[in-house]
C-alpha cells in the first residue's frame, strides 16, 4: 500500500513507552469497533496487556481478536505494510491471522483523535482456535522443555513455507525497514541497543563478546544479501508466537517484521533452546523440516553460528536500555552466560 501522505510518515517523536492504561485501551477498542461495523458494547475480554493490549470479542456466530497497537511503533504506512505481507502469505497459503479490512479498505482503523489517550492504531482479525503456544523461551532456557524433534521439524517447515510463499507471490517492501541487516544486527547502533552496554558483560567475557562481534561481521559481510538469502522476513519467530491448532502450526504477531536474512528466523526460532540438552536434535530437525521445502546450501549452514549469535546479541541490547523490567533482568542475567558461551565457540 503506497504512502498517502507525508502525515503517513513516522516521527520519532511520536513515539512513546508510555503504557497505555486498561481502561484507556478499552475505550479506544469500542471506538475501533464502530468503525469496523460492531457494536461498540460488544463483550471484550483482555488476552495480553504488553507492547500491544489485545481482546477477544464475539460478533454473530464469529470470535475475534482485537488489537490496540503501541503509540507510535509503526506509522500507518509501516502497519499497511506488514498487513500487506501477511495477507501475501495467505493468499499463498502459509498459515497466518486473517485480518478484517477496515471501510478503506486496509486491515485497521485509526482511532483517538479526541481521546486523552492520543492516536492509536487498531486492527481487527478472526480468531485462531488453538491449543496453546509452540513453547516457551524460559523453559527452553532452562532445558525443561518437553518438545521432541519431530515438532521442530514442523516448524522449520512451516519457516521455509514464509520464505517460499514471500519470493513466489513477488511481495515487495513498499516501506522498507532494514533493522535486521548487518548495521542493525551488530553496527555502531543496533537496531535494539548495544549489548556492552550491559554491566555484567565484564573481563574475559565482553572480550570474547567485542571479538565475536567482529567475526559476525566478517561471516555475514561475505554471506551477502543476494534475494535467495535476504528478503521480508517474520523476524520474531519466537516460541510464543507461533501457534498449535489442529490442522498444524499457524504463525502470528507480525510486529517485527522487517528486512532481514532467511537464516535470522531459524535462528530466532532456535535461540532460545540453545542451552537445552536436546539442542542438537532441534536444530538438526528444524533444518531438516525446513530443507524439505527449501534447500540451503554450505554457506547457509557455515553463517548460521554467526547468525544465532547476532540474535542473541539483539536481546541483550534490547534488556540494556530496560534495566529493572523483569523480562530485561533474565534476560542480561539468567541468559548472559549463554550467549556468551555462543561468543566464545563462534571465534575458537
Known sequence: MAIDSPQDLRDPAD??????????????????????????????????QRENVVFALRHGDSDYVLRVHRQGYHSDAEL??????????????????????????????????SHQAGRHQVDLQRLIANLGNFGDERTGVAGTAALEPGEFEALGRLIAQVHDATERSGYEMVVPRDDWDLDGLVGETPAWGD??????LAGSDRAAVVTAISRIRDVLGAYGTPTGRFGAIHADLTPENVLRT???????????????????????ALYFYTPHPRYAEYRAALFAGYESVRPLDPADHTAFPAMLLARGLTYLGWAADRRGEPTAEWHAVTVLPHVVQLARELVQ
Open 195 to 200: 549489548p556492552l552496554r550491559l554491566t555484567e
Open 80 to 113: 499497511a505494510c506488514e498487513l500487506d505481507f501477511v495477507r501475501a502469505l495467505q493468499v499463498e497459503g502459509v498459515a497466518v491471522p486473517n485480518f478484517v479490512e477496515a471501510p478503506d479498505g486496509r486491515g485497521f482503523c485509526v482511532v483517538g483523535d
Open 246 to 268: 489442529d490442522g498444524g502450526l499457524v504463525l502470528i504477531d507480525f510486529d517485527d517484521f522487517a528486512a532481514g536474512w532467511h537464516l535470522f528466523d531459524l535462528a530466532t
Open 15 to 48: 513515539s512513546t513507552d508510555a503504557v497505555l492504561s486498561l481502561a484507556d485501551a478499552t475505550e479506544l477498542a469500542r471506538e475501533a469497533l464502530g468503525q469496523f461495523g460492531f457494536a461498540p458494547t460488544a463483550e471484550l475480554t483482555l488476552l495480553k
